[in-house]
């Protein structure tokens, strides 16, 4: 469904933002895929999906550490947000997010969601990720593109912290930049060993500080986060 037929022609409040994401069928996705949407003022759904050949090669998605869930799809909803500045997310609330063992974690100022990507195989796979931005009201997505200085995208794993910002924002505890264009975010280098499953939590919030009234908070945006296997693995 294209966003121009949610959006239509509905006047939305300005006194919150929401997220959205889209569950893309399976047949077209190429890995593992979650769909995210800053959405005007309408609560929508994370979807989160493994295409038909990555599953048949026994990699999946589980919401529960240890589990024997291998789901190729996992839905949760999402809630209204609210901006607040990157030192108030770190501050007040990344030890109890990162405590959340896995599913939807909200409030009113960020939406998080935590899974596991797990390699059933007796085989080691090399996984890789794009964020990719796939439509933006008011704006052509195209090689030029650049995403809203608002927006900021964490991303735990196990090992690492990595926060994304604008090229036009100086958010000092951002360690990684956003791509220009509609590969925002592109990474690779995540071992699988046989056996073995990854702790992920996805974090989005639009930061106080590059927000000086409501009324320029950014208009809806649609990502589309791809976890793939490396090329030659």
Do not use: C
């Not at 966003?3 to 939305?12: P, R």
């Not at 026994?58 to 589990?67: D, K, L």
């Amino acid at each position: 469904m294209k966003l121009s037929e949610l959006w239509g022609k509905k006047q939305v409040g300005k006194q919150t933002r929401k997220a959205l994401i889209f569950l893309i069928p399976s047949f077209i996705l190429t890995a593992i895929m979650i769909f995210v949407t800053f959405y005007g003022q309408d609560t929508g759904d994370f979807s989160i999906g493994i295409d038909k050949e990555t599953h048949q090669k026994n990699i999946s998605i589980s919401t529960n550490a240890n589990s024997k869930e291998n789901k190729k799809i996992i839905r949760a909803k999402a809630r209204p947000i609210q901006p607040i500045s990157s030192a108030a997310i770190k501050a007040r609330y990344l030890d109890e997010i990162l405590k959340n063992p896995g599913g939807s974690y909200h409030t009113q100022n960020f939406i998080s969601y935590t899974f596991y990507l797990k390699n059933e195989s007796e085989l080691s796979f090399s996984i890789g990720y794009n964020l990719i931005v796939t439509e933006a009201e008011r704006q052509e997505v195209t090689d030029q593109f650049k995403i809203d200085k608002s927006i900021r995208i964490m991303l735990v794993d196990e090992k690492n912290i990595s926060i994304y910002q604008s090229e036009q924002s100086n958010d000092t505890l951002a360690n990684q930049t956003f791509n220009q264009g509609p590969v925002i975010i592109k990474e690779n280098g995540i071992h699988l060993n046989p056996k073995e499953e990854k702790k992920f939590t996805l974090i989005f919030w639009f930061d106080i500080l590059e927000t000086s009234t409501l009324e320029e908070m950014p208009e809806s945006i649609k990502f589309q986060m791809v976890f793939k296997i490396d090329e030659g693995h």
